[in-house]
């Protein structure tokens, strides 16, 4: 396949492009394979991973603080097995290349997290995340 038929297929057929680029990688056929459109795949799939592990982050850090700061013992079971449940997600796709850039950018998640929660329940919540980051990252039981 040319790289031209190969670049409209990616367009027009994206399933039928990457069973021919798989076979194309088995085969060693590394003319066939449009490189340009791989990288740019294989790229995407690596911000897919760490988004991923970014929202289940900020979504852990949103039930801690609901059950930290919240006072509706009713819900304190559901916000633990919700955080339960993103903890073991995020587990699954976290990869430990990912911990450099999720330590930059956790004073930014924690803020977001922090607002959802502060509009959602019309309180204050601290300015500084009361959990680490690898507080968050451990596969330890809760301990509440």
Known sequence: MNQITSLRLYETDYYQWTIEQVQALKERNFNSVDWDNIIEEIEALGRSEYNAVVSLLMRQIEHRLKIDYVSLPECRNKWKAEIIAFRDGMLRKFAPSMEPKLEKEFEKIYKVASKIVETEYEISL???????????????????
């Open 126 to 144: 601290p300015k500084q995340c009361p959990y680490t980051l690898n507080q968050l990252l451990s596969d330890d039981l809760l301990s509440y």
